[in-house]
């Protein structure tokens, strides 16, 4: 089964502090796309970050990056000096072959930083 | 800016009404995707579009219909809501395999 598995429902932070998100999922293909999306409380749902499989490379933006893991199937994300705008549901979520656009998601993981 | 809007925000629908979803993308994406999402399950694709008059199953399409006669629209239909459907819906629209633009999400309430 296609499936993304996220293993922390919730995660607390303080202002300035790093944070790392968890994120495992499953296919037996070997291209695939990645992608960490971020819901803050106003429902609208914004990317954050994505990954192409073929690239061993992590990619960032800003003070969001990645951990790829592919052999592990692993695809984390490390949020560097945190702000209080990053209080928000972070779902990690792929397109598991080439031959599909069906994006699927995980369960989400709900994070909140303190001043 | 892409733009994907739902027609409703919040929604009070009766039990065994017939209720339609709409979505529509101003981005010409081929991809459009209905999801529903609950608390502790995630998003949870209920079907999916990759072009007009074409879709896909996804993982919870019981109970649901889908509807797309053009490009820019794509329709999500409860035939005869339930209250297990109550529920947050979000409609989203990609181009193959950019990220994918979400609408603000309509919050379904079945009585």
Same mark, same amino acid.
């Given at each position: 089964a296609q499936t993304v598995t996220q293993s922390q429902p919730e995660m607390s932070v303080q202002e300035a502090e790093t944070v790392t998100l968890s994120c495992t999922y499953d296919t037996s293909e070997s291209n695939y796309y990645l992608f960490w999306y971020k819901q803050p409380p106003s429902r609208q749902m914004i990317l954050v970050i994505r990954q192409e499989a073929y690239k061993q490379q992590n990619a960032t933006e800003n003070r969001f990056s990645v951990n790829f893991q592919k052999a592990a199937k692993s695809f984390s994300l490390k949020i560097s $000096? +945190?702000?209080?705008? $990053?209080?928000a549901m972070y779902f990690c979520a792929f397109?598991? +072959?080439?031959n599909t656009d069906k994006l699927i998601f995980g369960t989400g993981t709900r994070l909140q930083v303190f001043p | 800016d892409v733009k994907v809007t739902q027609s409703s925000r919040y929604l009070v629908k009766r039990t065994g009404e017939k209720v339609f979803l709409e979505c529509v993308q101003d981005?010409?994406?081929e991809n459009m995707f209905w999801y529903r999402q609950d608390p502790g399950l995630g998003l949870r694709l209920i079907y999916f579009s990759y072009d007009v008059k074409m879709k896909e199953k996804g993982d919870i399409p019981e109970g649901y219909s889908v509807s797309r006669e053009k490009k820019e629209r794509f329709s999500l239909i409860l035939e005869s809501a339930s209250t297990n459907q109550t529920s947050m819906y979000l409609c989203a629209s990609s181009s193959r395999p950019a990220e994918a633009f979400f609408g603000q999400g309509t919050r379904l309430t079945v009585v």
């Open positions: $000096d +945190s702000q209080l705008g $990053d209080t397109i598991p +072959s080439y | 981005m010409d994406h």
